[in-house]
């Protein structure tokens, strides 16, 4: 193929002690406006339902439903105080979805585009990965005053290789500060290996174990600038909080796992009726 590894000896040291490796400036100001404008496009398409009631929780199989075929197609989610009381959204629709998922990289052309770069693929190069395949893609908007927490968790938990191999990659759309929600981390939790697993069986899905509880001092913010990308490994435990504040937090997360010698867990939330296509194949 001609890959070249683009990251660097003290890039690869500093992500194998701390589980995560920040990149200032890896993509432009304009391809982020690209993305960002895409996104809008795409927001102006979508009609919002009414009502909540194909997102309550009363309806819990149209909701895992439609959760599960995200998988291959481009799915909105709505942010959990979106509704009102009468079931109406509180705010517009462009200030109320929390995510839009999980095939943007396959179906949609721009971020088809910018997730599967050479720049991509040549720090899946860097890291060792012999077929690398996105396996999602989550464009996260983190929504002034609504914008729900994620509480601390692994990526291996979601998309579970055996053995594990899931790196996710969280670029910046938006400056992300300690105030708008930006991500914590625990530098070097990725040593001690993967905690639960999130699994889906014929009840739906389910984690295996309750999570342990984390003392929070441990974490530290990755408050970085718009085009910044930040390197995640599958065992790093991370979290972001609630965003209070007036200022959205655009972010586009990937996950990729290599699928040559790693095993695709039939217990994941995904289930691929197409294989999807590999970054390179080494
Ligand atoms: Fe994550």
Known sequence: MGLIGSLSKEQLNF???????VIESFYSSDEVLEMRNRMAE?????????????????????????????????????????????????????????????ALHEIDPIFNKFSNSEKISSIFCSLGYKRPVVIQSMYIFKQPGIGGEVVPH?????????????????????DATIINGCLWAIPGSHKNGLVRRFIR????????????????????????????????????????????SPTSRHALSLHIVDTDGFEWAKDNWIRRKTAPEPLYVS
């Open 15 to 21: 992500f194998d002690s701390n589980g995560f490796l």
């Open 42 to 102: 795409l927001l102006d398409g979508f009609d919002a339902p009414s009502s909540s009631s194909i997102f309550s929780t009363k309806n819990q199989q149209l909701t895992d439903d439609y959760f599960f075929e995200s998988a291959e197609k481009i799915s909105f989610f709505f942010e959990e105080k979106a509704f009102g009381n009468d079931g109406n959204l509180r705010q517009p629709k462009e200030l109320s979805i929390n995510k839009v998922g999980h």
């Open 154 to 174: 692994q990526d291996n938990s979601f998309l579970y290789t055996e053995p594990p191999s899931c790196t996710g990659l969280w670029l910046a759309l938006e």
């Open 201 to 244: 069986d014929d009840n739906g899905v389910h984690f295996d174990r309750n999570s342990p509880s984390y003392n929070q001092k441990e974490f530290v913010p990755l408050e970085v600038k718009a085009g910044t990308l930040v390197v995640i490994h599958g065992d790093l435990i991370h979290q972001s909080f609630e965003n209070k």
